[in-house]
């Protein structure tokens, strides 16, 4: 069954196998009809009769002529023509009767492996037995039509062994040429199927994965092929069109960076994994974002001599790889996601933790925050109202303005725990720096949108209506009640009382020990001491407001500045931990507040370069402690978001000089600073209840 298997060809015919016998049979009709006037050629030489050859030729050629016209499978005649081939050589040995006519048998072999070229087993073995039986029983009629001599039976035999010999080796050669070669259509078309099925799965994965996928080359030009999600987001990609232009209609920075980066990959002077990092990771698309990787395609070493010829223009790393420097990089594969809902989701779980850190400051102070709502609605509402008509024109001054009340709103949200609105104003800053210029409409309209959602959420936390209430302490209960009790003046009573509206030092001083405690915390600087001396005084909040809000710059550079390391303080003969001092008294008719640090003290040959860099003479200012005032100078090397700018300190010496104070500066390197800020006392200030009931209890005694 298997041998059967093997010499039958399969019965479906390719298109290919059809033309190609269809022409061949027609070849072989001809060829045949060619034999004529060579076997009455050979009848003549031998004198064995031409007319005879040209008859018995022509009786031949009956049979494939008709089959030709009548036989449609070209298979069946092929056969025949097989058939035909060996009559044709019966007669030529017949024909060529002399001392050359056992050469003749030559021409039964040459047919033979002729008949190899129809591609059909069948064909060679009818052959075979056309030639066998023609053998047999011509030498049994006519011995000498066969033989030129009188052959006996055992030479018949050998012939026929000859013949079998030869049918079998063509019976192979016929198959592997139709397996090979005819078949070879069946083979391209299992194989494109097969290809064609893996693109058809490649492609349903291409359409149902939620992931970008588009390749570009090295130049940046991108390939068809890509994710059906692609084409999703940004419409389908041209092939040859380059990735940065079709994406920078999108982002124009993404599209800029995209193509500066690609020439490091490009020049292979830098590892692949360090060139493909250099690459843009985010995509900025409306209120759409997309995080963006890359892979780098390489191929198979390729020999110098073949990429040479083949790429006149190989790009570095190409030719790097061509003289054995590994695999040649050809493409590279962008992987694009979509993570605006992941980002959003992020930016709704920070915001709820945002909301519970502000809960907790109400809880600790709620006092404080309702304080530090209402100054920093007053910066939004006067941020609001800058006009943008008005900011081409805008002068140095009035920038300068604007930007510490930024500065100083990033400050105090950071304090306490407005992450996100700090991180608009330090964005909004770091425009101004670069810019020079104000902020846009659109910029703007982040922060307002950003602070009127915090602030309604936390209206519906503490109320919509923020009042502070009168709060006592036991003592001050304790003290009315013994004062009432002995029969103080009442005059005296009334003023005491009238000044708990009056904010108490001590819980101004707490708030700010936390504050600090809490920056020396964000700036990795936990190692400190925070002592308070409040002396009991009392102040009227809404006056020194402006100050306490601009305070907290004073308080960050206290923390960034007077922090030294252990190591540093050891050294200097310092305690471990470094301590900072915030301190209210009164001294010769002047409320006075005093912050005050052992750090390493002010670095004023720093502040002096920084003031050189910006064109300001320093020799030309009246004291060095100017120095720490001007706009843009800081002792820091580079910006951070809680120090580096050189606003706070001019924002809050603008805060004191507007309530007709003074600032004092003292500060000694190795030893420490201390910053005092001292104002008028007036009735806004009281020197606490304590001293204020003993001296009326003494009057009445008296």
């Known amino acids: ?177 139709f397996d090979n070669v005819i078949g070879l259509e069946k083979i391209v078309q299992a194989r494109t199927a097969t290809i064609s099925e893996k693109q058809r799965d490649m492609r349903l994965i291409l359409d149902n994965v939620e992931t970008g996928l588009v390749t570009v080359d090295l130049e940046g030009r991108m390939s068809s092929e890509s994710s059906q999600v692609v084409e999703r987001w940004f419409g389908a990609p041209v092939a040859g069109e380059k990735l940065a232009a079709w994406l920078g209609k999108r982002d124009a920075n993404f599209g800029e960076w995209f193509e500066l980066a690609l020439e490091s990959v490009r020049d292979g002077m830098l590892p692949p994994e360090v060139a493909l990092g250099q690459l843009p990771k985010q995509l900025k698309d409306g209120d759409k974002t997309y995080s963006l990787a890359y892979q780098l395609i390489t191929s198979a070493q390729a020999a110098p001599e073949k990429l040479a010829h083949e790429h006149r223009s190989v790009p570095r790393p190409a030719a790097a790889a061509a003289a054995g420097a590994g695999p040649v990089p050809e493409k590279v594969l962008v992987i694009v996601t979509d993570i605006s809902e992941r980002l959003r989701k992020e930016a709704a779980e920070r915001y709820q933790a945002e909301l519970l850190e502000l809960f907790q400051h109400i809880m600790r102070d709620k006092a404080g925050f309702i304080e530090f709502l209402a100054e920093a609605e007053e910066i939004v509402g ?74 309604s959420d936390l209206g519906k936390l503490i109320g919509e209506h923020l009042q502070s209430s009168i709060e006592i302490d036991d003592a001050d209960y304790q003290a009315i009640i013994k004062a009432v009790a002995d029969g103080v003046d009442a005059k005296v009573l009334v003023r005491l009382m009238e000044s708990w509206r009056l904010e108490p030092a001590g819980k101004r001083l707490a708030r700010i020990e936390q504050q600090i405690k809490g920056l020396a915390e964000r700036m990795g600087k936990s190692d400190v001491a925070v002592a308070i001396e409040p002396h009991g005084l009392r102040f009227n909040s809404e006056r020194f407001a402006p100050f306490w809000s601009a305070f907290i710059h004073v308080l960050r550079n206290a923390v960034d500045h007077g922090i030294e390391d252990r190591e540093q303080r050891a050294k200097r003969g310092k305690p471990a931990r470094s301590l900072i001092k915030v301190s209210t008294r009164v001294e010769r008719e002047r409320f006075i507040v005093t912050v005050e640090d052992d750090g390493p003290g002010v670095d004023w040959e720093a502040l002096r370069t920084k ?82 009931l003993r001296d009326a209890a003494v009057k009445v005694a008296a």
């Open 1 to 177: 069954m298997q041998l059967t298997k093997y010499l039958a060809l399969p019965r479906e015919m390719t298109p290919f196998e059809q033309r190609y016998l269809t022409r061949l049979n027609k070849i072989a009709l001809i060829f045949s009809y060619l034999h004529i006037p060579v076997l009455m050629a050979v009848a003549w030489v031998a004198g064995t009769g031409p007319l005879s050859a040209l008859v018995l030729s022509l009786v031949v050629m009956v049979g494939p002529t008709i089959a030709y016209r009548t036989i449609k499978h070209p298979r069946s005649l092929s056969v025949v023509y097989g058939i035909t081939a060996m009559l044709m050589g019966g007669l030529l040995v017949h024909f060529g009767q002399g001392p050359v006519q056992i050469e003749m048998h030559f021409y039964f072999f040459a047919l033979l492996a002729m008949l190899c070229m129809f591609a059909n087993p069948m064909v060679n073995i009818a052959a075979a037995v056309t030639v066998a039986l023609h053998h047999l029983i011509i030498w049994l009629i006519i011995p000498g039509s066969v033989f030129n001599y009188e052959a006996q039976w055992w030479v018949v035999l050998v012939h026929a062994a000859f013949v079998v010999l030869e049918t079998i080796a063509a019976c192979y050669i016929s198959r592997e040429f």
């Open 382 to 455: 006067a941020l609001k109202g800058y006009k943008q008509e008005d900011q081409g024109r805008a002068k140095q001054n009035k920038l300068e303005h604007l930007n510490r009340l930024i500065h100083t709103l990033k400050g105090n949200s950071a304090i306490f725990g407005m992450r996100r609105l700090s991180g608009i104003c330090h964005e909004l800053e770091n425009h101004i720096a670069e810019e020079h210029r104000a902020p846009g409409a659109a910029e703007m309209a982040r922060l307002h949108q950003a602070w009127t959602q915090t602030r």
């Open 611 to 692: 003031a050189g860099q910006l064109g300001i003479n320093a020799a030309a200012l009246e004291k060095k402690e100017s120095l720490a005032f001007l706009p843009g100078v800081s002792s820091k090397s580079s910006v951070t978001e809680l120090s580096g700018r050189g606003i706070g300190m001019a924002a809050v010496r603008d805060a004191c000089e507007a309530l007709g104070g003074s600032v004092e500066i003292k500060s000694q390197s190795g030893i420490g600073t201390r910053v005092s800020f001292a104002f008028p006392k007036d009735k806004t200030v009281y020197e606490g209840h304590a001293a204020s």
